[in-house]
């Protein structure tokens, strides 16, 4: 059996949520299994199994209302432990990362993050993962009786594969430990996508000249319905805040759509750029390194060319709407 | 305050990715090696707590000798003493029981690791050391503050942050944000002298068991010519009919 923690955000399950419900229907097909998804408190689940669940395990559980690595990861491992799960997986969000180590100690698990296709074989079990934030990929075997694995995003894909799933209560039972951290504030947007979820990202580079012209960005990012996000060196200055810096030591992006504008390409920057699936760059410097790494560019001035774009698209998006 | 920083020995960030030995084995040629940048970040920040309040800092590597300059840099940095566990860094896991194993002996307060290393980027080893001592745990930690046994840690969320209360023994899993870019310290020639005179103890290897394995790497496939494009009209229409992403 192969079991799916699908994360859910405010009772909605996420969509890498769903992707990974996908992806563990493929392991269960190779392996000859189904697959069973534990959520906790999401209001709907109906649609798990459209993308391969047979049964889901719902927890509710007020104490569980508030993302708890210790808690969550103690939860999943019951789910695994009571379903006898070989395989168990996650995917590659903050939240999964936090919770996924404790949980491989706990299941005595081997784990790979960042796994970006289905195993290469299930026996030896070989999983392909990027490494080197994205300028590598590494085959490796997982040795245990249970493998946990963390699928990319965006990496799979949302394959259908209807299934008729029952769904079930589970009461997992949780110790004082699991609550040893209290949250004390929680300062989020609201009314933003974040990078972690967005489809497309906007980002902007030291090209922008200044913290006063992103404006432009931000009325581009909403046009399309993206996030924005910016370069080390613009969260280094204090332009921007550093949630928004993306590359090697900052978020990883793996949007469907990355459009750099006035950024120059550093390689730590391509590096956390890479799994983003079409790159679009906008810079006046035709020997910036990004057009080497991009899909599609325009060499040019980003403030005459970042408003027409907006233009343009709001009367693209007036038509197909 | 006994702090711990775990210091992963990693390329430096814009070092050429390549293998050798038929893919099976990173390439070091010419490859200049950094304390993993995450890391130093919980570094400096340890540097903080020993200037205000009198702590006293170690830091750990597991790996060979070839991890010792590293090891040297940090403690021209200002760490007290550090601790090599002399064998090759296999997986995560078996990274994390040699480090819990140092943190159980040595009884510190405050582990501090990096939120991933750039190399492997695996994410894993200071939460697996987290559960093996029964220590609570805060990842993407970008605020640490301790009085007496109590921490308030603030956390990276998606979008944004959660400050959270807990007390020690804690691991963090640490990142930008612990200090800025500008904190960050680059050794002085007095650091350095009194480096190469503090202890680097080496010690062997508990027994320990790798979980994974990595059999071969590659590199992605090269990329594409760039599609250059004149005006915007042009770009839209590509976006939409060629690449379909919008």
Known sequence: ?321 | MKILVCISHVPDTTSKINFTDGDTKFDTNGVQFVINPNDEFGLTRAMWFKEKQAAIVHVATVGGPETEPTLRKALAIGADEAIRVNTVATDGFSVAKQLANIAKEGGYDLVIGGRESIDYNGGMVPGMLAKLIGANFVNTCIGIEVEGDKATAIREIDGGKETLKTSLPLVIGGQKGLVEESDLRIPNMRGIMQARTKPLNVKEPIASNAETNTVSFEKPAPKGAVKLVDNVDELIDLLHNEAKVI
Not at chain 1, 83 to 91: H, L, Q, R, S
Not at chain 1, 153 to 174: H, I, R
Request: aromatic share 6%; charged share 20%; proline share 4%.
């Open chain 1, 1 to 321: 059996m192969i079991l799916v923690y699908t994360e859910s955000e405010e009772g909605k399950i996420k969509k890498i949520a769903l992707e990974a419900v996908a992806y563990a229907k493929g392991i269960a097909d190779q392996m000859g299994t189904t697959v069973t998804a534990v959520s906790i408190n999401a209001n709907d689940t109906s649609e798990l199994g459209k993308y391969g669940a047979s049964k889901i395990l719902q927890v509710s559980n007020d104490k569980l209302g508030n993302f708890n690595a210790e808690a969550y990861a103690d939860v999943i491992a019951q789910a695994a432990k009571n379903e006898a799960a070989k395989v168990v997986v996650v995917t590659s969000s903050a939240n999964s990362k936090f919770l996924a180590p404790a949980l491989a100690v706990n299941l005595e698990a081997g784990y790979v993050p960042n796994v970006i296709s289905l195993p290469e074989s299930t026996s030896p079990f070989k999983v392909k993962h990027s490494v080197f934030t994205n300028k590598a990929f590494a085959s490796t075997e997982i040795t245990t009786d249970i493998k946990i694995i963390g699928l990319g995003k965006n990496s799979y894909g949302l394959k259908e594969n209807e299934t008729s799933a029952t769904s079930q209560a589970f009461s997992p039972n949780l110790d004082a430990h699991d609550f040893d951290m209290e949250i004390v504030s929680v300062d989020k947007a609201t009314d933003k996508v974040t990078i972690a979820d967005a489809e497309i990202v906007v980002s902007g580079g030291r090209g922008l000249k200044g913290p006063e012209n992103w404006g432009m960005i931000e009325d581009l990012a909403k046009v399309l319905g993206a996030a924005t996000a910016c370069s080390k060196p613009v969260s280094d200055m204090g332009w921007r805040p550093h949630s928004e810096h993306v590359g090697q030591t900052g978020k990883p992006v793996a949007s469907n759509l990355y459009i750099a504008i006035g950024i120059s390409g550093a390689i730590q920057h391509l590096a956390g750029i890479n799994s983003s699936k079409v790159k679009v760059v906008i810079n006046n410097d035709p020997e910036a390194p990004f057009f080497k790494a991009a899909d599609y560019g325009i060499v040019g001035d980003a403030f005459e060319i970042v408003p027409k774009l907006t233009e343009k698209l709001k009367e693209f998006k007036a038509q197909n709407s």
